[in-house]
């Protein structure tokens, strides 16, 4: 069982940064591939940003490529997603994922995810 808790969510003006934080509540972190999610007002749950469990690979939405970056460090068992130029489009909800994996793949499918956080709020005014 992983809990996950996310943090540092806001409000920016367009073109501004926020990194969003998720702790893991495990003590094998090094063997859970994770990954971002995010959903919108009205709209489905979608992918945003993948990693391995060593981090050695990551997977991104196109929409976010360039702006986004996805980190872990499995030795205080978090994972970071640092965001740029933030766009009106990117608010959402942001949800971090956990899913037992001792592999190189970055999940990018939300059906592959077992564990979930609570979310945290993300608004980019325009």
């Known amino acids: 069982q992983v809990q996950l808790v996310e943090s540092g969510g806001g409000l920016v003006q367009a073109g501004g940064s926020l990194r969003l934080s998720c702790a893991a509540s495990?003590?094998?972190?090094?063997?859970?591939?994770m990954g971002w999610f995010r959903q919108a007002p009205g709209k489905e749950r979608e992918f945003v940003v993948a990693?391995?469990?060593?981090?050695?690979?990551?997977a991104y939405t196109d929409s976010v490529k360039g702006r986004f970056i996805i980190s872990r460090d499995n030795s205080n068992n978090m994972v970071y997603l640092q965001m740029n130029s933030l766009k009106p489009e990117d608010t959402a909800v942001y949800y971090c994922?956990?899913?037992?994996?001792?592999?190189?793949?970055?999940?990018?499918?939300?059906?592959?995810?077992?564990?979930w956080g609570q979310g945290t709020q993300v608004t980019v005014s325009s």
């Open positions: 990693i391995s469990s060593s981090g050695g690979n990551t």
């Open positions: 994922a956990a899913r037992s994996s001792s592999g190189s793949i970055a999940y990018v499918d939300i059906n592959a995810y077992g564990y």
């Open positions: 495990t003590r094998t972190f090094n063997r859970y591939a």
